[in-house]
């Protein structure tokens, strides 16, 4: 399946179920975004920071106050990411499933995207171990990185289509299935740089009505053109 076709049976498939594809992908979104740290500034000119460093006291409050807010940021990222480890990756598995379902124009529920709490388990298991390896290989250099998340492009996806696989197998055919197959999928999203470019210009509106839907759909595209599925015909009528 080429490029063009994958991008072109996407942009039927979000025409043909438009706001329940918009609507899985913002439900979607919130819940893998889930608890997140905040981060904050301390601003003042510098006549009042003087004044604090010469009051010893004043000085201490705001030390205090610093790291009052430290503790809280530090816990806060901290809760986000148990948040995704035990429930946004599981979250992404069903919002897998969906996309697959509706790039063939195939009906699903808002409440598919909670399939993988089928099996839960094992799809947090794999899926911590689908982000840790990826998020080492950023922690290499920027390129290793890319290498690792399209090798392992495939897991969430093959969680979601076969619930009887196991996590390790899921990463081992994905790591196999994409070799000499990563650079066509970097191609695949570099072809949706014009879409960014608007995205950001519409500062990120374009990301939540058509772009990032789209570009989801042509995700799930190249993964069902790498696993073609037999479309069984209808019975002939006696």
């Not at 329940?20 to 893998?32: K, N, R, S, W, Y």
């Not at 960014?196 to 990301?207: K, P, R, S």
């Amino acid at each position: 399946m080429t490029r063009q076709t994958i991008k072109q049976n996407a942009k039927e498939a979000l025409r043909f179920r438009y706001w329940p594809i918009i609507g899985a992908e913002l439900i979607a979104g919130a819940l893998m975004g889930g608890a997140s740290g905040f981060s904050g500034g301390v601003s003042g000119n510098s006549a009042n920071f003087k004044e604090v460093a010469n009051d010893p006291e004043t000085a201490k409050l705001f030390l205090g106050i610093l790291a009052v807010i430290a503790v809280v940021a530090l816990i806060a990222s901290l809760v986000g990411l148990l948040y995704t480890f035990l429930f946004g990756n599981v979250i992404k598995v069903g919002i897998s499933g969906i996309r697959l379902k509706a790039y063939h124009k195939e009906s699903f529920r808002i409440v598919d995207l909670f399939s993988g709490l089928k099996s839960y388990k094992k799809n947090i298991g794999t899926m911590a171990l689908y982000t840790l390896f990826i998020t080492l290989g950023f922690m290499c250099f920027f390129v290793p990185g890319i290498i690792v998340a399209l090798g392992l492009y495939e897991v969430p996806y093959m969680l979601a289509e076969d619930p009887n696989i196991s996590g390790m197998e899921a990463i081992r055919r994905s790591w196999e299935n994409m070799k000499g197959h990563k650079g066509e999928l970097f191609v695949l999203h570099l072809s949706f740089i014009g879409w960014i470019l608007l995205t950001i210009l519409t500062f990120g509106v374009l990301a939540i009505f058509y772009a990032g839907p789209y570009m989801s759909l042509a995700e799930a595209g190249f993964y069902r053109g790498m696993h073609p599925v037999q479309i069984e015909e209808p019975a002939p009528e006696a």
